[in-house]
């Protein structure tokens, strides 16, 4: 071989940094769109991770493989069926407090942008949340009315009756700090194109004390936060039913050079995804190496298929390979993170972990 000027081998170095760079980030976006993201996310503002996906997440990441994949497909909170769980933040206009004379204490327009929700997805639960900031004034009683719009309105013109469509009417007192509203119904029909025109939040203080001022019937609502949207939906390609365990004979000496699972556990601070990625910061994804060496022993998991092929390598080995050291069996983990819109998700991927290895 002719020597390699230092020129010539630095060149060397920059090629393959960049045709791996390339192959880096054509496997970052297969896997960011496995993940249903059309690019890496970039959180500006993201809202806080509300404490029940923090719940879930910790359920089902201490669950043992075998009943992570039973699980799936399961959401044991609010017993529906679902792999993904999404959080909208709220995204209408600014809370208008009405002039003195109106009865209404508060008027607001919820908007939630439900783009991210992929149209193969089946939507199994919808509650919005509607968050107070304290609870401090226990004694009066207001009265809430939430409603479907219908139309487009226009600021300051009084609402027609076509124009929405009432789904709760309730009264209550500001003893707990949120309120919650099954919406199932009306994200189902949001899902058509042009039909999510949002929602109309009102409350007004009930019976008030005639000789009290509106702006003091009020006051209490004055700590109006956040309205937020929960859904839960399925992804069914996505839900195998849990394959039957075989039974094997334990290993008992394995040479370094066998196929078996090796252990590897990925970072995301190493690939640059922390800052979207907000659970978990890495995991023990495992890969598999080794040989499959003839005769295949029992212990190497081997198809009949591959015991055939290794003693046909036997025989001829430059004209058959020996069958590929494989993982056979794959684990789910749960994830949560940020995603294009800073929705906050948490959702259950399958095949992430690599529990067994096999000559296949
Ligand atoms: C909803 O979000 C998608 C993706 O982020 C965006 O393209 C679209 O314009 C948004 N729609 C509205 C009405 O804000
Ligand atoms: C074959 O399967 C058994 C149990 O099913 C497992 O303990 C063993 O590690 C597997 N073999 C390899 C090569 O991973």
């Known amino acids: 071989m002719p020597p390699v000027s230092a020129k010539q081998g630095w060149l060397a170095i920059v090629l393959v940094a960049v045709v791996s760079g390339s192959l880096i980030k054509q496997q970052e976006s297969l896997f960011l769109r496995m993940l249903g ?4 996310p970039n959180p500006v503002s993201p809202a806080p991770v509300p404490s029940v996906l ?3 997440y910790k359920q089902v990441a201490s669950l043992p493989p075998e009943k992570r994949r039973m699980d799936l497909c399961h959401v044991e909170e609010f017993q529906v069926p679902g792999n993904i769980i999404r959080l909208f933040p709220d995204q209408g206009r600014a809370v208008d ?7 209404l204490c508060l008027d607001k327009r919820l908007y939630f942008n439900l783009s991210a929700i992929g149209a193969e997805e089946q939507v199994t639960f919808a509650q919005l949340e509607v968050r107070f900031s304290h ?7 207001f009265e809430l009315r939430l409603y479907r719009a ?5 600021r300051g013109v009084p609402a027609s009756p076509e124009s929405r469509q009432l789904l709760v009417e309730r009264s209550f007192r500001l003893l707990h700090r949120s309120l919650t509203f099954d919406l199932l119904e009306a994200v189902r029909e949001w899902r058509s194109p042009g039909r999510n025109l949002g929602l109309i939040l009102e409350i007004a203080a009930a019976d008030p004390a005639p000789l009290q001022l509106p ?20 992804q069914p390609g996505q839900c195998r039913a849990p394959r039957r365990r075989r039974d094997v004979a334990p290993l008992l000496v394995t040479p370094s050079s066998i196929c078996r699972r090796r252990r590897l556990y990925i970072d995301f601070r190493d690939v640059g995804w922390q800052n979207w990625i907000i659970a978990p910061q890495g995991y023990l994804a495992n890969y598999c190496q080794g040989e499959c060496p003839y005769p295949l022993a029992e212990m190497l998991n081997g198809t009949n298929h591959a015991i055939l092929q290794t003693l046909v390598h036997s025989l001829e080995p430059n004209k058959t390979p020996q069958p590929c050291c494989v993982p056979i ?19 259950h991927y399958e095949d992430m972990v690599v529990d067994e290895c096999g000559c296949r």
Not at 37 to 40: I, V
Request: aromatic content about 10%; charged content about 20%; hydrophobic content about 40%.
């Open 37 to 40: 993201l059309s690019s890496r």
């Open 54 to 56: 923090w719940k879930i």
């Open 97 to 103: 407090h009405p002039e003195l004379r109106s009865p």
């Open 135 to 141: 609870n401090s004034y226990h004694g009066r009683v």
């Open 150 to 154: 219908l139309r487009v309105s226009l």
């Open 215 to 234: 702006s003091d019937r009020c006051l209490a609502l004055r700590s109006f936060l956040y309205a937020s949207l929960l859904t839960v939906s399925l």
């Open 329 to 347: 069996r794959l684990s789910p983990i749960s994830m949560l993170y940020y995603d294009n819109s800073d929705n906050v998700v948490l959702r």
